[in-house]
């Protein structure tokens, strides 16, 4: 695309080589000056700790063909002296690279059925249920979130964030829908959003699963998150909507969004006549019998793994979800029944009549929701729940407290580290033990393996152990930087040598 083209798209002032736009050819867009290379255009923006102005002449030295900046970076770049190629400032730069990288990748979103997934908890489950939902249909579909960016075996592009950054995310989206994508489901956050990631975007479906504390060190408050989960919800960004509203968030959403939305509910009735359960819901789930019913415009039967509030809101969300972009309905339950995801709940050994099982939760509400469904789930009177869990370092802290006072509800909780990153692990693990409940039977060991062993050697027939943050990561995040740690298979090596048994099929 001729840089001329490009400006005359975006607006802008341009200098200080105007004359030169008809001739240069813009092959890409990049924000980092390491990965910039000969005719891509660098954009400078405004970063949480320094300007990416200031990293100019590294960018033009790999080839940069233009700059494009703010105020700020321009008045950065001319102090720089002797950067000559073309500077381009707008108002908004991150929102216009956003554009500008969808213009480069010829606009891939708009021959694709888009379905975007925002919320706290849930997310990646709801977005690998609906692409499952899709693929029975016979609808082509891939998926972009935290576990990667994945297209059936044709397409595997690994991820550093829930949303990638548009510079990688449109070139994405044009290789899915090169090799065949007719829908993607994508994991959008909060941050995403506020970052104008997803800028020239206009989703066919948006998901909200809900809120809960997370995030906080990003957000000044709740208000504020709530803001930045609801712009997806505007008719920029958005055609329509499926909203859970379990919590007051989503009630509130629901009625304040700007688009059509279908509403689910998925506090669990029990079998009654029909004017005895709710109807403040499009969509609501009840129970009949040992079944799970998901009412709305008729009754479809459904299945989880584990009968949680949370699970059963991400089958309920995704069914419908899947629903309203035209798979039928019994072939959404039937699907989303059968969709199992990586660290999500994932059941790696059910040896010595025990399961064992890995899930991401790391979220104050999150921790207790997995706990409490375990509680619900385990074997007889004697059965207990067995908690592994720890908090990231150089994150939130302050709902630290509140992971620990949720993962005390279990029987027997080991405190251990998570990710560590640069912070001192063992001030992470006094902010969760700060908030364990009087009288609960709490363990800290700091090494990870070690409380995965010890939790296995305590479990016995009718328990279920539960090992919560961290999911399908294969690594953990220390200060002397990433370790290999895979909660699976170090559970699975456990279970092994303590039953001289492998784990579930399809488990590493």
Same mark, same amino acid.
């Given at each position: 695309?001729?840089?001329?083209?490009? +400006? $005359?798209?975006?607006?802008?002032?341009?200098?200080?080589?105007?004359?030169?736009? %008809?001739?240069?050819?813009?092959?890409? #867009?990049?924000?980092?000056?390491?990965?910039?290379?000969?005719?891509?255009?660098?954009?400078?923006?405004?970063?949480?700790?320094?300007?990416?102005?200031?990293?100019?002449?590294?960018?033009?030295?790999?080839?940069?063909?233009?700059?494009?900046?703010?105020?700020?970076?321009?008045?950065?770049?001319?102090?720089?002296?002797? #950067?000559?190629?073309?500077?381009?400032? +707008?108002?908004?730069?991150?929102?216009?690279?956003?554009?500008?990288?969808?213009?480069?990748?010829?606009?891939?979103?708009?021959?694709?059925?888009?379905?975007?997934?925002?919320?706290?908890?849930?997310?990646?489950?709801?977005?690998?249920?609906?692409?499952?939902?899709?693929?029975?249909?016979?609808?082509?579909?891939?998926?972009?979130?935290?576990?990667?960016?994945?297209?059936?075996? =044709?397409?595997?592009?690994?991820?550093? =964030?829930?949303?990638?950054?548009?510079?990688?995310?449109?070139?994405?989206?044009?290789?899915?829908?090169?090799?065949?994508?007719?829908? +993607?489901?994508?994991? #959008?956050?909060?941050?995403?959003?506020?970052?104008?990631?997803?800028? %020239?975007?206009?989703?066919?479906?948006?998901?909200?699963?809900?809120?809960?504390?997370?995030?906080?060190?990003?957000?000044?408050?709740?208000?504020?998150?709530?803001?930045?989960?609801?712009?997806?919800?505007?008719?920029?960004?958005?055609?329509?909507?499926?909203?859970?509203?379990?919590?007051?968030?989503?009630?509130?959403?629901?009625?304040?969004?700007?688009?059509?939305?279908?509403?689910?509910?998925?506090?669990?009735?029990?079998?009654?006549?029909?004017?005895?359960?709710?109807?403040?819901?499009?969509?609501?789930?009840?129970?009949?019998?040992?079944?799970?019913?998901?009412?709305?415009?008729?009754?479809?039967?459904?299945?989880?793994?584990?009968?949680?509030?949370?699970?059963?809101?991400?089958?309920?969300?995704?069914?419908?979800?899947?629903?309203?972009?035209?798979?039928?309905?019994?072939?959404?339950?039937?699907?989303?029944?059968?969709? =199992?995801?990586?660290?999500?709940?994932?059941?790696?050994?059910?040896?010595?009549?025990?399961?064992?099982?890995?899930?991401?939760?790391?979220?104050?509400?999150?921790?207790?929701?997995?706990?409490?469904?375990?509680?619900?789930?385990?074997?007889?009177?004697?059965?207990?729940?067995?908690?592994?869990?720890?908090?990231?370092?150089?994150?939130?802290?302050?709902?630290?407290?509140?992971? %620990?006072?949720?993962?005390?509800?279990?029987?027997?909780?080991?405190?251990?580290?998570?990710?560590?990153?640069?912070?001192?692990?063992?001030?992470? =693990?006094?902010?969760?033990?700060?908030?364990?409940?009087?009288?609960?039977?709490?363990?800290?060991?700091?090494?990870?393996?070690?409380?995965?062993?010890?939790? #296995?050697?305590?479990?016995?027939? %009718?328990?279920?152990?539960?090992?919560?943050?961290?999911?399908? $990561?294969?690594?953990?995040?220390?200060?002397?930087?990433?370790?290999?740690?895979?909660?699976?298979?170090?559970?699975?090596?456990?279970?092994?040598?303590?039953?001289?048994?492998?784990?579930?099929?399809?488990?590493?």
């Amino acid at each position: 695309m001729r840089l001329a083209e490009l +400006v $005359e798209s975006i607006g802008g002032a341009v200098g200080p080589s105007a004359p030169q736009l %008809g001739d240069i050819e813009i092959v890409g #867009v990049s924000l980092s000056s390491s990965s910039t290379d000969s005719g891509v255009l660098f954009a400078a923006l405004p970063g949480h700790r320094t300007h990416g102005a200031r990293f100019v002449s590294d960018a033009v030295g790999r080839g940069a063909a233009a700059i494009l900046t703010d105020d700020q970076g321009r008045e950065i770049i001319e102090a720089l002296g002797d #950067v000559d190629v073309p500077v381009i400032t +707008v108002f908004d730069p991150r929102s216009t690279m956003s554009n500008v990288a969808s213009m480069l990748a010829g606009h891939p979103q708009e021959s694709i059925s888009m379905v975007g997934i925002t919320g706290t908890n849930g997310k990646t489950t709801v977005a690998h249920m609906v692409q499952s939902a899709l693929d029975a249909q016979g609808v082509q579909c891939g998926v972009i979130g935290t576990l990667g960016s994945h297209f059936g075996d =044709r397409v595997s592009v690994p991820s550093a =964030r829930t949303t990638p950054e548009a510079t990688d995310l449109f070139p994405i989206l044009r290789t899915f829908r090169d090799a065949g994508a007719q829908a +993607v489901v994508m994991e #959008v956050s909060s941050i995403a959003l506020c970052e104008h990631r997803v800028d %020239g975007i206009c989703f066919d479906t948006a998901v909200f699963t809900g809120l809960s504390h997370d995030h906080l060190d990003y957000h000044r408050d709740m208000e504020d998150y709530f803001a930045a989960k609801s712009q997806l919800f505007d008719p920029e960004r958005a055609r329509g909507g499926v909203v859970l509203v379990d919590d007051e968030w989503g009630v509130r959403l629901a009625r304040e969004a700007s688009i059509p939305v279908t509403t689910v509910r998925t506090t669990v009735n029990e079998r009654g006549s029909d004017d005895q359960f709710n109807e403040d819901a499009d969509w609501t789930v009840r129970r009949r019998g040992n079944e799970l019913i998901l009412h709305g415009v008729r009754d479809v039967a459904f299945d989880v793994p584990i009968s949680a509030g949370f699970a059963l809101a991400n089958a309920a969300l995704a069914i419908v979800t899947a629903h309203t972009m035209g798979v039928a309905l019994d072939v959404a339950a039937g699907a989303v029944s059968r969709a =199992r995801v990586p660290g999500r709940m994932e059941l790696v050994s059910d040896l010595g009549g025990i399961d064992f099982i890995v899930d991401y939760a790391h979220t104050p509400d999150a921790v207790e929701q997995v706990v409490r469904g375990a509680l619900e789930q385990r074997v007889g009177e004697s059965g207990r729940v067995i908690v592994v869990v720890g908090a990231g370092g150089d994150r939130d802290p302050h709902k630290r407290s509140g992971m %620990g006072r949720a993962a005390s509800l279990a029987d027997v909780t080991f405190i251990t580290d998570d990710n560590p990153r640069s912070e001192d692990p063992q001030r992470i =693990r006094a902010g969760v033990l700060a908030g364990v409940r009087d009288g609960s039977d709490v363990r800290e060991i700091a090494s990870r393996r070690q409380a995965i062993a010890e939790a #296995v050697e305590l479990a016995r027939a %009718g328990d279920v152990v539960l090992l919560l943050g961290k999911g399908h $990561e294969a690594t953990q995040e220390r200060a002397e930087g990433l370790v290999p740690f895979d909660d699976r298979e170090v559970l699975a090596f456990f279970v092994g040598r303590r039953f001289g048994g492998g784990s579930k099929e399809g488990v590493t």
